[in-house]
């Protein structure tokens, strides 16, 4: 079966890094996306992975890993507007996205 | 309008009854879906469009129908609401399919609650 894989939820304080891990499984793969939510909002594109690497975005850098079946989401420099939930999901052999359940990051001063 | 618009916003529904969710958007993209989300779980998809005059199932499909008459609008009608369906909908859209890394815009949701 498919499958989006993150932890429920992260705290980290104000300033720090954080990582947010994401394994996935699903027939065919056609790239990974991270989304991030605010309470009571709609969803948001941060990233689009679809080659092995690192991808630079500003204060957010998104890492893959497809022999691994594995992504992750950095955050520099954390800021209290970055408290909200992010969502891993991954475009199948259709390319319909499977969504993970997401990570709520908590931020703390 | 600039985007992605639903409505209504929030709707409480009494089971058994008919209701269509609305979406329309202005940014002339070609796919559109509706997804449900619930708490502890990820979006999951109920219907897609790759682009006007067809529609294709997606997860979750059964209680729901969708129609594409034209490119600005995708509604969602729930035939005979059941308790189940209570969820908050987001309906989003894309210029294309995923692929090359199309993002989906999403529109701010309906939360439906359904007694």
């Known amino acids: 079966g498919q499958n989006i894989d993150q932890p429920t939820e992260m705290t980290a304080t104000e300033g720090a890094i954080v990582q947010i891990n994401c394994t996935y499984q699903t027939s065919g793969f056609n790239g990974l996306f991270w989304y991030q939510q605010h309470a009571g909002e709609a969803p948001t594109f941060l990233s689009y992975n679809v080659l092995d690497g690192l991808e630079e975005k500003g204060r957010f850098s998104s890492f893959l890993s497809r022999s691994k079946g594995y992504s992750y989401l950095l955050l520099k420099e954390l800021q209290m507007k970055d408290s909200a939930s992010y969502l891993c999901?991954?475009?199948?052999?259709?390319?319909?996205?499977?969504w993970g359940a997401g990570t709520k990051l908590i931020i703390k001063p | 309008i600039a985007g992605i618009t639903q409505a209504p916003t929030s709707q409480i529904l009494a089971a058994g009854r008919r209701m269509t969710l609305r979406c329309t958007q202005d940014?002339?993209?070609?796919?559109m879906y509706w997804y449900r989300q619930d708490l502890g779980l990820g979006l999951r998809l109920i219907h897609y469009?790759?682009?006007?005059?067809?529609?294709g199932k997606g997860e979750v499909p059964d209680g729901y129908s969708v129609s594409r008459a034209n490119t600005d609008d995708f509604p969602l009608t729930l035939a005979s609401a059941v308790p189940s369906q209570t969820s908050v909908y987001f309906c989003?859209?894309?210029?294309?399919?995923?692929?090359?890394?199309?993002?989906?815009?999403f529109g701010p949701g309906t939360r439906l609650t359904v007694l």
């Open positions: 989003a859209s894309s210029d294309g399919a995923a692929r090359g890394g199309n993002e989906q815009f």
């Open positions: 940014m002339r993209h070609n796919a």
């Open positions: 469009s790759n682009t006007a005059g067809t529609t």
């Open positions: 999901a991954a475009a199948d052999s259709n390319y319909q996205l499977i």
